[in-house]
């Protein structure tokens, strides 16, 4: 039982655009979110998260925003660098056990020259 | 600040044997926790630990079990180890509150034979 999906596996976005990724997650009570980027043989790296209490966060080049009502987030990258190529991994967890994260299968995402 | 730590980074084991893992999570951070990360079920909550204590368990065998120091170093262990156990063990260290985000070490890359 996946509770958090990322349905594409893959991204291809050319410099300079905007890259979107996304995320569903099905239990109600997920109140925290995050997003992480991975590059092979390395950890996790904590890029942004939210709060189900708010809609949007901006960190620099990045934005998240979280429709509750979709039980969608999406992570926006603008502009695109060549440096973000690497895996994304959105994350989400409850209150009741806020330090048990649970990841989507990851988004590829190729920002080209 | 140094980041988290976990040693060793590669590991080759044989079939039956028992591993430990140890994981040195940020000065400050009071929780630690454990995931695994294979191609097939991506990356998975194993347990974490606040304060020397257990506060969640993921679905995995009794094989996996952890500890956690009154420094909150941490430690995994894997008994007699089956091939289904080769994988990336990420920890990730965090204040311990309520949301919040981790941070997670380079990971152990395990490989039983």
């Known amino acids: 039982d996946q509770q958090v999906k990322q349905n594409s596996p893959s991204l291809s976005v050319q410099e300079g655009r905007i890259s979107i990724l996304n995320c569903d997650y099905t239990n109600s009570m997920f109140d925290y979110f995050l997003w992480y980027k991975k590059y092979p043989a390395e950890g996790p790296t904590f890029l942004i998260s939210?709060?189900?209490?708010?809609d949007k966060n901006e960190d620099g080049r990045f934005t998240v925003f979280l429709n509750k009502s979709a039980k969608h987030l999406s992570l926006h990258i603008v502009p695109s660098q060549p440096g973000d190529s690497a895996v994304y991994f959105c994350?989400?967890?409850?209150?009741?056990?806020?330090?048990?994260?649970?990841f989507g299968s990851g988004t590829r995402l190729l920002v080209r020259p | 600040k140094a980041g988290v730590t976990q040693t060793p980074r590669y590991l080759i084991k044989t079939r039956g044997q028992q591993v430990t893992l140890s994981c040195s999570p940020i000065s400050g951070h009071r929780s630690v926790s454990w995931y695994q990360q294979t191609p097939g079920q991506g990356l998975q909550f194993l347990f974490e630990y606040f304060s020397e204590t257990q506060r969640n368990k993921g679905n995995f065998p009794g094989r996996f079990s952890g500890r956690q120091f009154s420094n909150s170093r941490s430690e995994m262990n894997v008994s007699t180890l089956e091939l289904g156990d080769s994988a990336l063990y990420l920890c990730?260290?965090?204040?311990?509150?309520?949301?919040?985000?981790?941070?997670f070490g380079p990971g152990t890359r395990l490989t039983v034979t």
């Open positions: 939210i709060s189900s209490i708010k």
């Open positions: 990730a260290s965090s204040l311990g509150g309520q949301g919040g985000e981790q941070y």
């Open positions: 994350a989400a967890s409850a209150l009741d056990s806020s330090y048990k994260l649970i």
